[in-house]
């Protein structure tokens, strides 16, 4: 029932992105480290709103509150925040070509970063470095391929 629906491939999907959110890499590739959750709920937004919303993005939000040992609920309200300009324009950005889609992704992971940073800075005295962002242009870069991954794997698994 639940891989006939699609749900179980969906949260697999989630489930990598925490992972990869966590896994370790060599030190010097840290700061470039991808916004995994970031962009995988990007593409599901995008993908199929009518499924994924912003209770699938706050619980990944919480979820990446504990992994990463944050202050509980600074993911959860960027992400959140992130998501509504993707929720509202799904069916504009889904017709733009990778290269646009690559440049709004891009804006909403800065939004994001941003967001998570001035939280930080407020609530835990968080100092500001640029490698904070080099995310951003990481995530921005692999936008394209893990669209046509991800789009590929929901056709597979008849992710509707």
Do not use: C
């Not at 994924?52 to 993911?75: E, P, R």
């Not at 951003?136 to 056709?155: E, G, N, T």
């Amino acid at each position: 029932m639940w891989v006939k629906s699609g749900l179980l491939p969906l949260l697999f999907s989630y489930l990598l992105a925490l992972v990869l959110t966590i896994m370790p890499i060599p030190s010097v590739l840290e700061p470039w480290r991808p916004d995994w959750v970031s962009l995988v709920l990007l593409y599901w937004l995008i993908a199929i709103p009518h499924r994924v919303g912003f209770g699938t993005v706050l619980v990944m939000g919480l979820l990446t509150d504990i992994l990463m040992g944050s202050t509980f609920g600074i993911y959860a309200i960027a992400l959140v925040v992130m998501a509504y300009p993707a929720l509202r324009h799904f069916q504009r950005i889904r017709n733009y070509s990778l290269t646009q889609q690559l440049i709004i992704v891009a804006v909403l992971i800065l939004m994001k970063r941003v967001i998570v940073y001035e939280l930080e800075h407020v609530l835990n005295d968080a100092v500001f470095n640029l490698p904070y962002l080099y995310p951003v242009l990481s995530s921005a870069i692999i936008w394209p391929w893990l669209f046509l991954i991800l789009r590929r794997y929901r056709r597979r698994y008849l992710i509707r």
